[in-house]
Structure formats: C-alpha cells, structure tokens
C-alpha cells in the first residue's frame, strides 16, 4: 500500500470513530499516525505546481495577505502602500506576488499582495501552496473576507492550518528531550484535561520517541503535542479584515459580527473607508517598538527609529544597528517609560520600552 491509500485509510477509519472519552487514546494515535504520513509524502513529492514565488524581503516586517479570490486583496494593498497591483471584477487576477511599502510610525512594513487561494489550496488546488507558503514566513497574516462571504473564515483557516502555519496559537510550552535508551519520561507541572499521560505516550511513539523525557507545561490537547513532535510549525499572528462593508448596513454588518465570533477590522478599500484604523491595527497585531538612537554626544534621531519586536533586549538594539557593533557595547543610558528616571544607565539585558531613547556605550 502507498503512501496516500494509508494516509486514506486512517482518515476513513477516523471518520468512524466517534470522538468521546473512550476513543481519546485511539483518536490520538491516529492523528500521530496521520501527522507522520503527510510529513512523509510531502518529504516526498512536490505537489506545489511550480516553483516558489521569489520575493526578496524587504523593510522592518513582511505582511501577507491571505483570501479567497475578488475579495479585495489588491485593491487593499493599493489604498495601504504605493503599489499598483491589477484589480478586476473577476477571479484570479493576481497571479504572482506584487509586493508594496506601508511607512507607519517610521517603519517599513513591506505588504505582500498574493493570488486569491480556494478551497483545497493546501492540497495543490490553484497552486495554492505556493501563495500558502508565502505565509509561512510572515510576521503578520492579513485574512481578508469578503462582506458576503464572512464564512470564509474558516476555510482560510483550514488551509493555513494544513499547511503547518497556525494563527494566532503560541507554540506550546513543552520541552522534549530525546535519548537512545533508558524509555520515556512524561511529566507535566499542570494538570492535563485534553490528554492522558499514556496517549502523550503513544503519540510520542508513533513518532519516534521512546528514550528521553518529555516535559509538558501548560493544558494541550494532542494537536499541540504532534505539533512541537513534527517540529516544522509556524506561529503567525493574524488580523481579520472584512472588505467590501461599503455594500451593506450596520444591521448587516452586526450580524456577521456574531458569524465570525473573533474580532474583525470592517473596511471598504475602494471607498477608502477605515483604512486609518487598519493600518493602526496592523501596527498593534505586528506588536513592534520603536527606538530613538542618540549619539553620546548627539541629538536623539526621532525621524528614523530602530524597529523591534516588543520584548527585545539592549543587546538586539545593538545587532539591530550592526551584528558586530554589540561586541563593543558594554551598557547603556535610557529615557523613556522602560525607566524611572532620564537618562538612567542600564546593562544591555535591559528590556526598552516604546518610544525610548537609547545611548549605546562602548
Ligand atoms: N464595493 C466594493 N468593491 C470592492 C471593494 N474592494 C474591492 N472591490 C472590487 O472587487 C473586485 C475584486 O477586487 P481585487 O482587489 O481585484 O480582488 P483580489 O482579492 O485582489 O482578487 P484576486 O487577485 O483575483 O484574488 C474589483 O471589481 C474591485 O473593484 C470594496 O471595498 N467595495
Ligand atoms: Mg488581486
């Protein structure tokens, strides 16, 4: 039997199995199982239908965005950015990349037009693995839906997923160490409530690890833990956009809010309706800080500010300006809400805040 009969197998005989109390040990098996074959068949054949789109990166962040086709991905790239990407009545008039710059709050966010993807794109319909795997190195992904069609949702979602990249999740806090003999050790520092310690067992095994010891920090449920197994997971943030809200009234519009369940940026692009608040969302979701640098001796630059993921270090502001220019560093001065007071000195550990002012000392 190949590959894809087996693959077709366990999926028929998870079909069957009712999913209660009872059948949680066998379900997570097979979802091992599973897991572990489509990671072999894709090991395998290259079902992408051609090469991979080249796109060379460019500014503070990449932002991708993901919808089904005519919903407006173009025309909301053109409205954000300086980019003049087809727009067209009918489906599937992008068909390659077209990349444009946001400058918001003195960064670069370099924004990704992509083809429209449907449903199946995971599994090479309308070669949507190619513009899938255009996420799978985002920092932000921009699901876009179409005011009629909110329920694409869910199928966006789906494809995604499929694709190993998972919105919106953290990878879960597991540690797992392997070893060549001595069997396996699970434990967890939380009480589990979506997984038996022998299924956590048995799923280890179907991928291989039987010798070493795995360390389970927070509630997951088997998904997660064949996740951190097969190792390959994206972690992407998302932002919701619902286009086209020029076509509809509040009425409408407070219905689909209950539909999706998650919250939404409501804009029209072609009337240029909200794209100030999508863009201050798109700032928030990519949740960057920006850094005034100054010179010992110099004025605080407040035009052009260094660009970080919030939670960064002193020591990624110095690699930030050069990767060799934090071999000099050794501490450094910081005004700004990070500090209680002007001007304080700090050891490259310290975490700045938003806004702050930096002196680098060497
Ligand atoms: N009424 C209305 N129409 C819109 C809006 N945004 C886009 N459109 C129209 O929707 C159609 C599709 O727009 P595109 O921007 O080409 O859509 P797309 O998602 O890039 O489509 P593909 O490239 O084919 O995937 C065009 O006719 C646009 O004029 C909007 O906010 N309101
Ligand atoms: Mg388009």
């Given at each position: 039997m190949g590959l894809p009969e087996k693959i077709k197998q366990i999926e028929e005989e998870m079909k069957k199995t009712q999913i209660h109390k009872h059948t949680e040990h066998h379900i997570g098996l097979l979802k091992a199982k599973l897991a572990r074959l489509r990671a072999e068949l894709e090991a395998s054949t290259s079902k992408g239908g051609g090469p991979a789109f080249e796109i060379r990166k460019g500014g503070d962040a990449t932002v991708v965005l993901i919808g089904l086709p005519s919903v407006g991905k173009s025309t909301i790239l053109n409205r954000l950015t300086n980019a003049k990407s087809k727009v067209a009545a009918?489906?599937?008039?992008?068909?390659t990349v077209v990349p444009g710059i946001l400058r918001y709050n003195g960064a670069d966010i370099q924004i990704l037009d992509l083809p429209g993807i449907i449903s199946g794109a995971s599994s090479g319909k309308g070669r949507g693995r190619r513009v899938l795997s255009v996420a799978r190195n985002a920092d932000l992904a921009m699901l876009i839906l179409d005011v009629f069609q909110p329920g694409q949702l869910d199928l966006l979602k789906h494809e995604l997923n499929e694709m190993g990249i998972r919105v919106n999740q953290k990878p879960p806090d597991v540690v797992i160490t392997r070893s060549n003999k001595g069997g396996l050790a699970v434990t967890s520092s939380v009480k589990l409530t979506k997984l038996s310690l022998a299924t956590v067992k048995g799923i280890a095994d179907a991928y291989g690890v039987s010798n070493g010891s795995i360390l389970i920090r927070e509630d997951i449920n088997d998904d997660q833990l064949i996740d951190i197994l097969t190792g390959n997971r994206r972690y992407v943030p998302a932002l919701v956009v619902l286009n086209k809200v020029d076509l509809v009234n509040e009425q409408y519009l407070a219905a689909v809010k209950k539909q999706v369940g998650t919250s939404f940026v409501p804009v029209s692009a072609e009337k240029g309706l909200n794209m100030d608040v999508l863009a201050d969302r798109l700032w928030e979701t990519l949740n960057f800080i920006r850094i005034y640098l100054k010179r010992p001796d110099g004025e605080a630059d407040f035009e052009k500010p260094l660009i970080l993921p919030a939670g960064s270090s002193l020591r990624d502001v110095c690699k930030k300006i050069h990767p060799r220019f934090v071999e000099g560093a050794k501490y450094a001065f910081v005004t700004g809400?990070?500090?209680?007071?002007?001007?304080q000195r700090v050891s490259l550990d310290h975490v700045p805040a938003d806004k702050d002012v930096v002196t680098i000392m060497r």
């Open positions: 009918y489906a599937f008039t992008t068909l809400s990070s500090v209680k007071f002007e001007g």
